[in-house]
């Protein structure tokens, strides 16, 4: 039986559907609703971030004060993440590290940087903010021994590379580079070294040729190997290389008899017999030939030194520390010594990418390497915070390997 049809009174009225435009602004209110508590949520977490930092920054100053108030002199070397500590006394365990992400605002992506003056009677120490904090402005922020909001100036040798660049660093590269550059001079290597390239750079291949230790010695592409911007160079194992137009035995400054050293820093692992950085003047000079792992260094010398090494990647460093002596550095850590007597210095170019032999290039590399230099004997120090410093500037542009 059908129900009854249901009958209702002439003056009830029924509720329309939304229109189209209803709909639309009801959506578009949501979602502006939904941004404005996006943006506020991101806002409070920038703010709990950059509060993170001051904290953190106050922390290390108190550190570095009573390290200074027991020792006379401010630490060489701090990092975030590693333990502060001398002569058995814990200053901090670890140091704390910039909280992520560190891009707030108009910061760079990097860690907090801590450099010292060469006598270790100031420092500096550098951080971002993404907004006001307390009495801190946004953006880059310096304390040094005496008061924080320092006035920065980039570091003379920096700015003097800067101008030499046919492209335009970016300010975050120019704050990364002059990084390296302070951070080696305050611990030492830098100013040991002849020619020091990095090839790692944003701008161009041009640019990463240049010799950052002076205007001398750039270096010029025998058949230019592929450079990739932010990682380094590579060669195709068979013609390509650069040569530094530096030949130790007329240009050398601190490559001397008795104290020598060649270096790169290698991003790929690769196989078979190459060289990175080295010549032959047939008085049997060479520096790091490669043999599938094996790193050989001859460093004015006849007689072949064998480093053997499990990894072709990072920062590997072979020099001559006196007449008698030789010692490998890989990543920092002193892997070898040997007692091998000197001959006479190079008198060739040293080539990259390739070994110079007798003016014609042999044993060609198909690594990227992002590094290489020759200078003078380091400490075991200097070799130590090289790798750091050199690493820590790999990490700020993210192409490290260690």
């Known amino acids: 039986?059908?129900?009854?049809?249901?009958?209702?009174?002439?003056?009830?009225?029924?509720?329309?559907?939304?229109?189209?435009?209803?709909?639309?602004?009801?959506?578009?209110?949501?979602?502006?609703?939904?941004?404005?508590?996006?943006?506020?949520?991101?806002?409070?977490?920038?703010?709990?971030?950059?509060?993170?930092?001051?904290?953190n920054i106050q922390e290390i100053r108190s550190a570095l004060e009573l390290y200074y108030n027991r020792n006379n002199s401010y630490p060489s070397y701090i990092a975030p993440g590693l333990t502060f500590s001398n002569n058995g006394t814990v200053y901090m365990d670890p140091v704390p590290e910039n909280p992520t992400p560190r891009t707030d605002g108009t910061c760079f992506n990097e860690n907090y940087v801590y450099s010292r003056s060469s006598d270790g009677g100031n420092y500096t120490l550098a951080f971002c903010l993404g907004g006001p904090t307390g009495r801190f402005a946004a953006g880059q922020q310096f304390c040094n021994n005496s008061s924080c909001n320092a006035t920065f100036a980039y570091d003379s040798s920096a700015t003097a590379l800067f101008a030499r660049f046919s492209g335009t660093?970016?300010?975050?590269?120019?704050?990364?580079?002059?990084?390296?550059?302070?951070?080696?001079?305050?611990?030492?290597?830098?100013?040991?070294?002849?020619?020091?390239?990095?090839?790692?750079?944003?701008?161009n291949a041009t640019d990463s040729r240049l010799n950052w230790k002076s205007s001398s010695y750039n270096a010029t592409a025998g058949v230019a190997p592929t450079w990739t911007a932010y990682q380094g160079i590579t060669g195709n194992g068979t013609t390509q290389y650069l040569t530094t137009n530096y030949n130790p035995t007329t240009h050398g400054t601190n490559y001397v008899s008795g104290s020598q050293s060649?270096?790169?820093?290698?991003?790929?692992?690769?196989?078979?017999?190459?060289?990175?950085?080295?010549?032959?003047?047939?008085?049997?000079?060479?520096?790091?030939?490669?043999?599938?792992?094996?790193?050989?260094?001859?460093?004015?010398?006849?007689?072949?030194?064998?480093?053997?090494?499990?990894?072709?990647?990072?920062?590997?460093?072979?020099?001559?520390?006196?007449?008698?002596?030789?010692?490998?550095?890989?990543?920092?850590?002193?892997?070898?010594?040997?007692?091998?007597?000197?001959?006479?210095?190079?008198?060739?170019?040293?080539?990259?990418?390739?070994?110079?032999?007798?003016?014609?290039?042999?044993?060609?590399?198909?690594?990227?390497?992002?590094?290489?230099?020759?200078?003078?004997?380091?400490?075991?120090?200097?070799?130590?915070?090289?790798?750091?410093?050199?690493?820590?500037?790999?990490?700020?542009i993210g192409a490290n390997v260690y």
């Open 169 to 203: 660093p970016s300010d975050a590269d120019k704050h990364y580079m002059n990084n390296l550059i302070v951070s080696g001079k305050t611990h030492g290597w830098w100013n040991k070294m002849d020619i020091f390239y990095v090839f790692a750079i944003g701008t």
């Open 1 to 55: 039986m059908p129900y009854p049809r249901q009958s209702f009174p002439n003056n009830m009225k029924f509720k329309k559907g939304f229109t189209l435009i209803e709909l639309l602004i009801v959506l578009g209110t949501l979602s502006i609703i939904a941004t404005f508590v996006v943006v506020s949520f991101n806002g409070s977490r920038i703010k709990a971030r950059d509060a993170q930092r001051v904290r």
């Open 262 to 396: 060649m270096g790169f820093y290698s991003r790929t692992q690769s196989s078979g017999s190459f060289i990175e950085v080295g010549g032959y003047d047939g008085g049997c000079h060479a520096a790091f030939v490669n043999s599938g792992g094996d790193n050989y260094n001859y460093m004015a010398s006849c007689s072949a030194n064998v480093f053997r090494n499990s990894s072709s990647q990072g920062f590997f460093i072979a020099q001559r520390n006196s007449t008698t002596s030789t010692q490998f550095f890989y990543n920092g850590n002193l892997i070898q010594t040997d007692n091998i007597s000197s001959s006479t210095v190079l008198n060739t170019a040293i080539f990259i990418g390739a070994r110079n032999n007798g003016g014609s290039p042999a044993l060609f590399s198909a690594r990227q390497i992002a590094v290489a230099f020759a200078g003078g004997a380091l400490t075991s120090t200097e070799a130590m915070y090289m790798s750091l410093d050199v690493n820590q500037y790999m990490k700020s």
